[in-house]
């Protein structure tokens, strides 16, 4: 292997009780909410398609221009206890939320910067009362965090003269400040997701991102951190020049999946995929007509679909300037938390199976119990099953109700029956199985 100073800190999983609560809880709810909810995607009358918090360098807004949004920043209809109620009703058991995206705004009254709630008309310590209220209702919070801040003039995409190293040094010294202003005023943190850490100023610095690990998890034992912040003595990101996974989970499926069949290599590490329900729209955007929309059965899809690979999912909400969120946000809240009501238990404290990937969904386990989770009803009426060399369906029982037939067609090859009802939604198969011993 190639020694580093500055590579993963630990081989293999974690299995300490913080991170088996990261890894139970499988559902949780991404909170994008920053200056860019005010214009949600239009400039100077112009709408631009692209991701609404990356509005300001769609449109070239120079930070002191965009930093003007501050004066308008008051959220009238924000109501921290509505929100916490709205992640409950869902089912998530943790909310990320953005203390600072890449436009450098802080949600709470950071003392290292103007660039903070406290400077707005609102004032309040908005991250602070969404901290209180989340915990509340028994959700864990999960800080998102830009190391990329556009607003900050110590700010470098690259470092190359002796000018770019002193200005970020001391951009990374105002970093490490606000990290631990961080971690010192909302103790009950139990994650840091960094984000903007791919620029060549990161990938030069992986020392840093090394020692915001360890300084994090010594202020916080038990505090998960994302793969995302990392950089090895070689610029190496999240994966390190010998292949070992760096951070506690890895961070790279944005928008998109493992392939069920093909990735099953992700089963060996823990992962978290986020996933935003336009095709690309993070932030507030006030015209999700430019792009598909993803409906609440292809959310939940990709919700079993990570659960069902051993991983997290993480589900995007962009609330609007004025602290409500859009319908069709409260509606896919609805949706999904109904669902979970109903089918939770095939997807927390869930992981892979490890059965052979079948084209009617998606295998989850905890334990003895295998969950069948279906998504694709065949004409045959009946849902093959193999199952792994020794292993035998003894029952098999919609959730919570009757059982279903089960007929044995080949060794390790089963016929499950569709119920004799069309569910109308997934439905979920719960097996019990005799494993050889
Ligand atoms: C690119 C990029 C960022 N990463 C996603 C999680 C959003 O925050 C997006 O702006």
């Known amino acids: 292997e190639i020694p580093l100073n500055y590579g993963a800190d630990r081989l293999g999983k974690r299995y300490d009780a913080d991170m088996q609560k990261f890894r139970d809880n499988r559902l949780g709810a991404f909170i994008h909410w920053g200056l860019y909810a005010i214009p949600g995607g239009e400039w100077n009358g112009k709408v ?38 709205m992640a409950k009703e869902m089912g998530v058991r943790y909310v990320k939320i953005t203390t600072k995206h890449h436009e450098g705004f802080c949600l709470w009254p ?35 965090f830009s190391v990329m801040d556009w607003s900050h003039p110590d700010w470098r995409y690259d470092v190359k003269t002796p000018e770019d190293s002193a200005a970020f040094s001391r951009f990374l010294t105002f970093t490490d400040n606000q990290l631990k202003e961080l971690a010192t005023l909302y103790p009950t943190v139990k994650d840091f997701w960094f984000d903007g850490t791919w620029d060549a100023s990161i990938k030069k610095n992986g020392w840093w991102t090394s020692h915001v ?21 070689y610029g190496k990101r999240h994966f390190d020049s010998n292949g070992h996974l760096m951070g506690d989970y890895e961070s790279g499926y944005e928008r998109r999946l493992p392939d069920p069949v093909k990735d099953l290599k992700v089963t060996r ?35 079993v679909h990570a659960v069902s690979m051993g ?13 409500d969120f859009r319908s069709e946000e409260k509606e896919l809240a609805k949706s999904i938390g ?13 992981d892979y199976a490890g059965w052979e990937k079948q084209p009617w969904g998606y295998y989850t386990r905890k334990g003895s119990d295998v969950y069948m989770v279906v998504f694709n009803c065949p004409y045959s009426k009946h849902l093959t099953v193999k199952t792994p060399k ?31 009802q069309e569910p109308g939604e997934p439905f979920v198969i719960k097996l019990q199985i005799k494993e050889a011993a």
């Open 213 to 233: 690990e360890r300084m994090l998890k010594e202020m916080l034992p038990g505090v998960t951190i994302n793969s995302r912040l990392r950089a090895d003595d």
């Open 269 to 303: 590490w823990d992962w978290e995929a986020c996933m935003t329900v336009p095709e690309n729209q993070w932030g507030y955007h006030k015209d999700w007509s430019l792009s598909y929309v993803k409906t609440p059965v292809e959310v939940l899809e990709r919700i």
């Open 110 to 144: 950071s003392k290292y910067t103007e660039n903070t709630v406290a400077n707005t008309p609102y004032k309040k310590d908005l991250l602070g009362e969404m901290v209180k209220a989340y915990n509340d209702e028994g959700i864990d919070v999960h800080f998102y």
């Open 390 to 420: 020794g292993t035998q369906v003894v029952k098999a029982a919609l959730l919570n109700r009757k059982s279903v037939k089960v007929v044995e067609t080949a060794r390790n090859e089963y016929n499950v029956d569709m119920p004799a």
């Open 338 to 350: 109904a669902w979970m009501k109903k089918n939770g238990q095939c997807i927390y404290g869930c």
């Open 48 to 85: 631009y398609p692209g991701a609404a918090e990356w509005l300001k360098s769609w449109a070239k807004v120079p930070s002191g221009e965009w930093l003007e949004l501050m004066k308008q920043w008051n959220p009238t209809k924000f109501d921290a206890r509505k929100w916490a109620k």
């Open 311 to 323: 991983g997290n999912m993480v589900v995007n909400f962009g609330p609007q300037a004025d602290g």
